[in-house]
């Protein structure tokens, strides 16, 4: 009599598989048999190596190793190895973007990816606790509508908010409902951001993803497509610097050798960096002269300098004289 499970054999043979070997975790014929029992499933060596072939054939590689007298089988090559895993783990954990809840709920799926044995050893690496996290539980979701809203060609309708003194939240404009027709999602700086079609306006606008309530996919098609073609999205992202509109202008900057790397990891390989002497070079980049560009100048210490436009360095000079006065003794 087959076990009540019997249909189901190859599925839980390649979980037997996937979950519960790796190359430093082997089975021998024996052991498969045995952990096929305790799912009710009958089984023999000639049927498993004909599954073996099969799962093959489907792209779950499994691999036959001699060990002196006895014959091994695992599972070979995943569709992520441990190290991509992690760096995806990673990169959720660290996201401000993902709550905490959310974020453990994508780490247990993640670790599903690999083997029970390299999801523990995964498991005590990642930390998510105590992080800087979103507290818009519905952010994750308004992504969700925001895609299939540019897949269907829709506009979407939501209402925008910022954290008050209080630290409550404030719609923004009275609660006014934006109607945005959505062309990108960036992420830039930790944060997702909607890039859409205003035709209030007649201009793109963005949005921080995390900030939008009450998110809703209409029926009305999008517009603006023409507009959002005029855009280099990659340019976009680079010039409007940490996604602060304003106006756009060409800037001079002379910087210290030592932090080429910082600068061409800000604005991309296509910049031209230009000697000036054994300790300089100079470079022009387009941006938005915004006190978060400015403070990013300020961050380095002195190792760039604004050459140009002077209204540049007058804002600049502006900024340095107000925080200045911030930070005045007190008689």
């Known amino acids: 009599m087959k076990g009540r499970n019997q249909k189901l054999k190859m599925l839980y043979l390649a979980k037997i598989m996937q979950e519960q070997t790796d190359e430093n975790h082997p089975l021998t014929m024996p052991e498969i048999i045995t952990k096929l029992e305790y799912y009710d499933i009958e089984a023999t060596r000639k049927t498993i190596y004909d599954d073996f072939e099969l799962l093959s054939d489907y792209g779950i590689e499994i691999i036959k190793e001699q060990k002196g007298s006895k014959t091994y089988y695992f599972c070979g090559s995943r569709e992520f190895e441990a190290a991509e895993v992690k760096m995806i783990v990673d990169a959720i954990a660290s996201s401000k973007f993902i709550t905490a809840k ?68 404030e719609l923004r404009h009275g609660g006014k409902i934006y109607d945005i027709s959505p062309w990108a999602l ?39 497509r023409k507009r959002f073609q005029q855009e280099d999205k990659e340019f976009y992202t680079r010039k409007h610097f940490r996604m602060f509109r304003g106006k756009e202008e060409r800037v001079t900057l002379l910087c210290k050798n030592e932090i080429a790397n910082v600068v061409v990891d800000h604005f991309g390989t296509d910049i031209l960096l230009q000697k000036v002497d054994d300790e300089h070079f100079r470079t022009k980049v387009t941006v938005v002269i915004s006190d978060q ?35 005045e003794k007190n008689e």
Request: charged fraction near 30%; glycine fraction near 6%.
């Open 102 to 169: 959310k974020s453990k709920e994508l780490i247990g799926k993640m670790e599903h990816m690999l083997s029970d044995y390299d999801a523990r050893v995964l498991d005590r690496t990642v930390y998510v606790s105590g992080r800087v996290k979103n507290m818009n539980t519905s952010a994750f979701y308004t992504v969700d509508v925001i895609q299939s809203a540019i897949a269907n060609d829709r506009r979407i309708t939501f209402q925008y908010f910022s954290w008050n003194a209080k630290g409550e939240k």
């Open 186 to 224: 960036v992420w830039d700086n930790e944060n997702y951001y909607l890039v859409g079609y205003d035709a209030e306006v007649s201009d793109i606008k963005h949005f921080r993803v995390d900030k939008m309530l009450k998110t809703v996919e209409t029926d009305r098609p999008r517009e603006g």
């Open 293 to 327: 560009f400015l403070g990013w100048v300020v961050a380095l210490g002195g190792d760039v300098v604004i050459e140009s436009p002077e209204s540049a360095r007058d804002r600049m000079r502006l900024l340095l004289e107000k925080n200045g006065t911030n930070y």
